[in-house]
């Protein structure tokens, strides 16, 4: 039985209670995905974008917990640990339930940094790991109740953590310094 006071049991009460049906995995990745695509960190912005997906704009005790939630991510993103924590159903929930949120997750991620990346000049290993969460998105259903699908879960989860990091820190690149006036 999943713990009942996780955060992500806690976040999708809110959001269920608030009338909005949308995974607490799904407006995680959303969030990362913007802001490793270079939106920043304004809240405002933020609210519109997870507006868009809640259906309709958040009241006050979910526009909280949004703005907390971006708070966090900036201080991972930000912070010399390079940590990123992924808002995930706990261990002890079945393997389909944190598979189906892991999925989740990355069409948010996808859908984030789609909306907001207008560079289009990534780097080849950048792609490839937008390339991977697209596939991690879509294998959720293959996950079986085993020690292997936990293995799998547990590697696929250990990438993802890592996976924004070298996508924020590639998108953040300093621009180039421009050349200085020659003086004739």
Known sequence: MPIQNSPYHA????LNTSGHPVSPAELHGLLL???CAGAGFEADSWLVDAAELLGSPAEDNVRNA???LQEMVKGELTSDDMTVVLLLPSDDAPLTERAEALGQ???GFLA????TYRDNALSAEATEVLQDLAAIAQVQDAL???DDGENDY???MEYLRVAPLL?????????EPAAKPSLH
């Open 11 to 14: 976040f999708a009460t809110l």
């Open 33 to 35: 995905g913007r802001s």
């Open 66 to 68: 949004l703005i907390g």
């Open 105 to 107: 997750w990355c069409q």
């Open 112 to 115: 984030g940094f789609g909306l």
């Open 144 to 146: 079986e109740e085993s």
């Open 154 to 156: 547990m590697e696929v």
């Open 167 to 175: 996508l924020f820190t590639e998108t953040r690149k300093p621009a």
